[in-house]
């Protein structure tokens, strides 16, 4: 159905009058010029295409523009702010932790968002969604979840004198 969707993104107000069918990756990507989030699988299942919505990783490729009508959603694009990269953004680059960097957006988002959850006691989840295929594994067989970049982000986050 076309009409307009009028949501926040990247922490500004967006509205398209589109066909609210059309799978928000698209619109991500031909509509707003967007290309952090990339097409992988096109299934729900390699992360590529990963944006955060209202704070949760959502799968972009299989998720109509209807369902981010006048919530927030977070890209790639989205993480720095005023020039400086995001910690994790950071640490992947401080830790090279890339092979050919085309999943690597959905995998900062899934620990961005990952991230927070943990500093959410009601809302900590088991780490075990910590994995390649929730956090990425569109093109790269073998290829395990970074987790030095992890590790190099929680390191730069702790306080002076405090325990790991
Ligand atoms: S392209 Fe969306 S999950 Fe693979």
């Not at 092979?99 to 899934?110: A, E, F, H, S």
Request: glycine share 10%; net charge positive.
């Amino acid at each position: 159905m076309k009409a307009p969707v009028p949501f926040r993104l990247n922490g500004r107000p967006a509205s398209l009058d589109t066909d609210d069918s059309r799978k928000l990756l698209w619109v991500l990507r031909t509509d707003l010029g967007l290309t952090g989030a990339k097409f992988g699988c096109g299934a729900g299942i390699c992360g590529a295409c990963t944006v955060l919505v209202d704070g949760e990783t959502v799968r972009s490729c299989i998720t109509p523009l209807s369902e981010v009508r006048n919530r927030e959603v977070t890209t790639i694009e989205g993480l720095a702010h005023d020039g400086a990269l995001h910690p994790l953004q950071q640490a992947f680059l401080e830790h090279d932790g890339f092979q050919c960097g085309y999943c690597t957006p959905g995998m900062i988002l899934t620990a961005s968002s990952f991230s927070t959850r943990i500093r959410r006691p009601a809302a900590r989840r088991s780490p075990s969604g910590w994995s390649t295929t929730s956090a990425g594994a569109a093109r790269t067989p073998g290829f395990s979840m970074p987790s030095k970049p992890w590790r190099g982000r929680k390191e730069a986050s702790r306080e002076p004198g405090t325990e790991p």
